[in-house]
């Protein structure tokens, strides 16, 4: 099993609609986890830290599940702008660097 | 502002010829880090430096190398690079390795293009 596992999409979806990512990760002793965004040609951008307890930033909701190892990142009322790479990354244990999923492509039409 | 700079944004080289990318930090952070990104893969991390401990990751070629003379810069030494070395290289720094909720801070990376 791969150390972060993420669908890599692409997720076309109309204006407007709502659309959630799944990652999963292998370690049950991970500590951190992160929501990235990556424009095309671009570098990766922090979208939001992923909290046990769940966080919610405007449009964007992440949610951790540690029972089931997974993290979820949900976007409300989809822009054009929000068309991009979600990488999903995590601390596979203390004091290492992060790992990095393939990541999620998300393209909202008009 | 305080930012990661990444120095050429894009670099041409011959197959074999030595190449060093160049990043530089205002962010007085500890951790440099050298990713190299293909096209839709994952980040991949070469290395990183802990202050000036350095830390190679276990499949990391030998034809890369990594020089930190302070704080502020860190070096990427390709020395003989091959076709399939071509990439987007992106340097990265954090505060800390990991742990909490450290965010790490990326250049705009510079694409290699090897002939």
């Known amino acids: 099993r791969k150390e972060v596992e993420q669908d890599p999409g692409p997720f076309n979806v109309p204006e407007g609609a709502t659309v959630a990512f799944n990652c999963t990760y292998s370690n049950s002793a991970s500590q951190s986890f992160f929501w990235y965004r990556q424009d095309c040609r671009k570098e990766p951008k922090l979208l939001m830290s992923?909290?046990?307890s769940g966080n919610e930033d405007g449009r964007f909701t992440a949610q951790l599940n540690r029972a089931s190892q997974y993290i979820s990142l949900l976007i409300r009322d989809s822009k054009l702008s929000d068309s991009a790479t979600y990488l999903c990354v995590v601390n596979m244990r203390g004091n290492t660097p992060l790992v990095f999923g393939k990541g999620t492509r998300l393209s909202v039409i008009a | 502002d305080a930012m990661v700079i990444q120095n050429p944004r894009y670099q041409v080289t011959q197959f074999g010829k030595p190449v060093t990318l160049s990043c530089s930090q205002t962010l007085n952070h500890n951790v440099m880090y050298w990713y190299q990104q293909k096209s839709s893969q994952a980040p991949k991390l070469l290395f990183h430096y802990y202050d000036k401990d350095f830390n190679n990751e276990a499949d990391t070629p030998d034809n890369f190398q990594s020089r930190r003379p302070n704080t502020s810069f860190c070096f990427l030494d390709i020395r003989s690079p091959g076709l399939g070395d071509a990439a987007m290289y992106l340097c990265?720094?954090?505060?800390?390795?990991?742990?909490?909720?450290?965010?790490?801070?990326f250049g705009p990376g510079t694409r290699l293009t090897v002939l």
């Open positions: 992923v909290y046990s």
């Open positions: 990265a720094t954090s505060t800390e390795l990991a742990g909490g909720h450290n965010e790490q801070f």
